[in-house]
């Protein structure tokens, strides 16, 4: 079983920690994974992204030409990387930054507020974690319960932003649309 | 063992840690400076030293002084800095001096680009600098193998007494992956009777590779040659997978290798006999492994990110017995799986295989 995640949006917007919690919830319960970031001029034109591929046996190929799932938290990211879903795929959208015209209905597009969301709760920059919550019930191979444990790991120098990090989670995976 | 999750350059300064490599001297370069970078962190808690060379000729050349006293010693940049070091590297080779030399790999040539590329491994194999000489080239292709082969690399230095080269790119050194940092393995004893630390009660040694004669020259060259057929005849290395009943074969390394083992994978769904040799050892060329499928396979891809440039080792390596195709992206852009299937497919037209 395989999850082969994309992950974009502006620089800033935490698309790197992002891909981290997942990659460290990987590690957790032992999985094989690849964290790969875009670098060097690709990072220099305002855009980030990373893509992580969890597996339960080796990874072969790191090089994901179709996902499973993917997470845009703005527009230019869905203009290019929603083209790259599989289909029966899952793609979360951070709609307070990205108005769609029209959608696939080859795959699950959940749409969800995430920058609104996240300036409800005073911490704009967390709508990269809204947007993780939104997805990781659709993942196969990671739940809530190893995100949370990964989350402890990577915030270990920082505690206080613990919290905030699951809420906004838990706002993300209980999101009504 | 610990196990981490690490970005492949830092698994390198990790491994040189952990072989007991003490001293780096070098220059920084996309996508190679996380090396000196990890290093610089955490060298001081070791008692080690980096230091930032004035260029990656001042840098190549340290390593020269720090390996003649017989320390272990590292370097690291990517293609252009790599072009700069040539002479470097051919007198240490001259001289026989024991160190390891990364290069993440540019796509070039001139300044090039940052993405994964291997259109250094004629640099790479053929000596790089003036003269007649060879380093050992270890190609890894996962986090794992960047940390089992900075070791290997190390190991080979002191065992054959050469610069020992770490052919990696931009793609593997910014991935992360779970690697195990594995004990260093027991170093067989190696001779260090030529090392020069002080002449103190003993007679002097001198590390020079100037021959005064034409006779001393000769004598000079048939020693190393000996040196280097020794190497070919007891260190290739490389890797085999699906190969045992293969009617076609891939040959990769490296990042692209690991794409044509799925590439392999979803072959053999398809009822296609297909099976991949990965070098491990660029240099020397593993010759060996195509030995047993010489008279057997009926075509060859060659899956290289360059304009073909190992696709000449393998064809000596099959005595062009059989078709030798090439496979290939360039200026930093990976193949997909299913491109590489395609190619075979339409190469030896396979497209009609039943599905089973």
Redesign the interface.
């Known amino acids: 079983m395989m999850d082969k995640v994309i992950l974009a949006g502006f620089g800033g917007q935490g698309v790197m920690f992002l891909g981290k919690v997942l ?2 919830a990987g ?1 957790g319960s032992d999985l ?6 875009s ?3 690709e990072m220099r034109g305002g855009t980030a992204n990373c893509s992580v591929v969890l597996s339960d046996e080796e ?5 994901i ?1 179709q996902a499973d799932a993917a997470i845009v938290l703005n527009k230019p990211a869905y203009d290019k990387f929603a083209p790259r879903i599989k289909p029966g795929g899952v793609l979360v959208v951070n709609s307070s930054l990205a108005k769609l015209d029209e959608v696939r209905e080859d795959i699950t597009v959940i749409q969800i507020p995430a920058t609104e969301i996240a300036n409800e709760m005073g911490n704009t920059s967390i709508a990269n974690m809204v947007s993780l919550g939104a997805l990781i019930p659709h993942l196969n191979l990671v739940d809530l319960a190893k995100v949370e444990k990964a989350m402890v790991k990577l915030v270990a120098k920082r505690p206080e932003l613990l919290e905030t990090n699951l809420t906004a989670i838990n706002k993300g995976m209980n999101y009504q649309g | 063992m610990e196990k981490v999750l690490l970005k492949g350059n830092e698994v390198i300064g990790e491994a040189a840690i952990r072989s007991g490599c003490r001293l780096f001297f070098g220059y920084p370069i996309t996508p190679s400076t996380e090396i000196v970078e990890y290093l610089s962190a955490q060298f001081p808690k070791v008692g080690g030293t980096v230091l930032q060379a004035e260029d990656e000729i001042g840098a190549i050349n340290m390593c020269y002084g720090a390996a003649c006293t017989g320390s272990r010693v590292m370097t690291a940049s990517s293609s252009p800095g790599v072009s700069l070091k040539q002479e470097g590297i051919s007198f240490s080779a001259a001289v026989g001096l024991p160190m390891v030399i990364v290069n993440v790999n540019r796509c070039g040539p001139g300044l090039g680009g940052l993405g994964p590329a291997q259109s250094d491994y004629y640099q790479s194999t053929r000596g790089g600098g003036h003269g007649d000489y060879r380093t050992i080239v270890l190609a890894p292709s996962k986090a794992q193998e960047l940390y089992d082969y900075t070791m290997l690399a190390f190991d080979l230095a002191d065992k054959h007494r050469l610069p020992v080269l770490l052919h990696t790119d931009g793609f593997l050194g910014q991935t992360m992956e779970p690697v195990v940092l594995k004990e260093r393995p027991e170093a067989p004893e190696t001779d260090r009777s030529w090392v020069v630390d002080g002449a103190k009660g003993r007679k002097k040694r001198i590390l020079a590779s100037y021959s005064l004669t034409n006779e001393i020259g000769e004598a000079n060259n048939l020693r190393w040659e000996a040196k280097y057929k020794h190497i070919q005849e007891t260190e290739q290395r490389w890797e085999e997978f699906h190969t045992e009943d293969a009617e076609y074969l891939l040959v990769s390394f490296g990042t692209t290798a690991r794409i044509c083992k799925s590439t392999v994978l979803n072959a053999r769904k398809k009822g296609i006999k297909l099976g991949l040799i990965r070098p491990i050892t660029l240099w020397p060329f593993p010759n060996d492994a195509f030995v047993p499928y010489k008279d057997k396979v009926k075509g060859i891809v060659s899956v290289e990110l360059s304009m073909g440039q190992m696709i000449e080792d393998v064809k000596l390596a099959v005595e062009c017995k059989m078709p030798v195709e090439l496979y290939r992206r360039q200026g930093g852009m990976l193949p997909t799986e299913h491109e590489i299937l395609t190619f075979v497919e339409n190469t030896f037209n396979l497209s009609a295989v039943e599905e089973v």
């Open positions: 990659a460290y590690m094989e994974l690849c964290w790969i970031p670098y060097g001029p990874i072969h190929s790191p090089v030409d």
